[in-house]
């Protein structure tokens, strides 16, 4: 079930820049853990990056140095920043709430609907 709404992705050059933006749809999805997961046709998805309710963030360590996962808990955003992007990089990126840690009795990730990210030249 789509929560978020992902925007932002598209084509672009080895070496270029994006920026992911997410809108979060439900007040409490910002007092939960966030993440960004990415996924290429015939696997599984993979986490890219995380960030907490205060901010602490995690990095895959395939982005690490490249990508940056911030957080507006006042706008509801949740963004990532990604520079120096490889044809590696070449995904549909995933806005994700994860309650699990937050909120009683929650099992479940909740995920947008995925913005395509693609690099080539």
């Known amino acids: 079930q789509a929560q978020h709404v992902e925007y932002g992705g598209g084509l672009v050059q080895p070496g270029g820049s994006l920026r992911l933006s997410c809108s979060l749809s439900g007040g409490i999805l910002a007092y939960i853990d966030l993440a960004w997961y990415r996924q290429t046709p015939g696997n599984e998805r993979e986490l890219v990056a995380s960030i907490s309710p205060t901010e602490e963030t995690t990095y895959a360590d395939f982005v690490k140095g490249r990508f940056t996962i911030s957080r507006d808990n006042r706008e509801n955003m949740l963004y990532l920043q990604m520079n120096s992007l490889m044809p590696d990089d070449t995904a549909v990126y995933y806005c994700?709430?994860?309650?699990?840690?937050?909120?009683?009795?929650?099992?479940?990730?909740?995920w947008g609907q995925g913005t395509q990210v693609t690099v080539s030249s």
């Open positions: 994700v709430g994860d309650p699990r840690k937050f909120v009683s009795g929650s099992t479940s990730l909740y």
